[in-house]
């Protein structure tokens, strides 16, 4: 497991560090609010930055940023920003870029509760921090892109089931349950959305899979939390507009999970657009000035 962890991380590290355009300049990482505790807790994963534009404005329209990290990382709201918060506060939007809970901490769906809980803890502070939460935006990419697509498929869902089992999805992180956890747009950027096809686009993958260490159960073994665990199950009259990115050369999360997904939201009437990147790898390639203008387009489009 520890090298598995390790593996992910690297491969964190080797997006932001080739993922990029030509001339891109790394963006200034520093947050105007840092390491704000968003569940009244000391744990790592309950933390977020809020970055602001530095447009003047007063209040600022919200899209919340999340991090790849197969699930494994707990603190990587930093990475968050570097690959996807700076065309996004150029555009300016303010950008919240969260933490969650690690797999190995604890198994899902922690890691949308905390989503969900995170979003409730900004729309409760919006005056202090500055924000517009009549629109709401998320987007993040790999585990980040199954973390949003996940948030938009469930807007005002409280509870989930399939057979036997029962999942909590909205959860009750940090309280603040008066306010709520519903977005309003989504851009997944080559997020695993189906667990019942990650390997070869037709099975699932084994029990020392990410996936199997984020339900606590090896795939084959629980199809009722495989169906739990993918955005692609959840999809309904309820979901918001989103827009899907992924390169076909990605050897990480495979190019079919782009496609299917694209193909059960246009089915729902709930797709923007369906991005494929020629070439387009895990993050590099599938990173460029194309894809950004896309994320800040669609988003533009969907605010009321």
Not at 38 to 62: Q, R, S, T, V
Not at 93 to 98: G, Q, R
Request: aromatic letters at 8%; one cysteine or more; proline letters at 5%.
């Amino acid at each position: 497991m520890k090298k598995t962890f390790i593996s992910i991380i690297s491969m964190i590290m080797s997006i932001m560090a080739l993922a990029q355009p030509p001339g891109f300049k790394m963006p200034d990482t520093h947050p105007d609010f840092a390491d704000i505790n968003y569940a009244g807790d000391n744990l790592e994963g309950h933390k977020l930055d809020i970055y602001i534009p530095k447009d003047g404005k007063e209040k600022h329209p919200l899209i919340v940023v999340i991090y790849g990290s197969a699930w494994f990382g707990n603190n990587l709201k930093n990475a968050a920003y570097m690959s996807l918060g700076k065309p996004l506060t150029d555009a300016g939007y303010a950008v919240a870029c969260l933490n969650h809970r690690a797999s190995t901490e604890a198994n899902y769906p922690a890691q949308i509760n905390d989503v969900k809980g995170a979003i409730r803890f900004l729309r409760a502070n919006a005056e202090k921090y500055g924000l517009d939460t009549s629109f709401v935006g998320i987007t993040g990419f790999s585990s980040g892109g199954h973390l949003s697509a996940m948030a938009g498929t469930t807007n005002d869902m409280k509870t989930r089931s399939s057979g036997d089992i029962t999942i909590d999805i909205e959860g009750n992180v940090g309280g603040n349950l008066d306010q709520s956890s519903a977005v309003d747009a989504v851009v997944d950027w080559f997020g695993p959305v189906d667990m019942a096809k990650m390997e070869n686009c037709e099975t699932v993958k084994g029990a020392d899979s990410p996936e199997a260490v984020l339900m606590g159960v090896a795939p084959a073994d629980s199809p009722d939390m495989v169906a739990l665990i993918s955005p692609i199950t959840y999809i309904s009259e309820s979901t918001v507009p989103m827009l899907v990115i992924h390169g076909n050369s990605d050897s990480v999360v495979p190019y079919c999970q782009g496609v299917n997904f694209s193909e059960e939201l246009k089915k729902a009437g709930k797709l923007a657009d369906f991005i494929t990147v020629e070439g387009g790898e895990h993050g590099p390639v599938t990173f460029n000035e194309d894809t950004f203008k896309a994320m800040v387009d669609f988003f533009n489009s969907k605010r009321k």
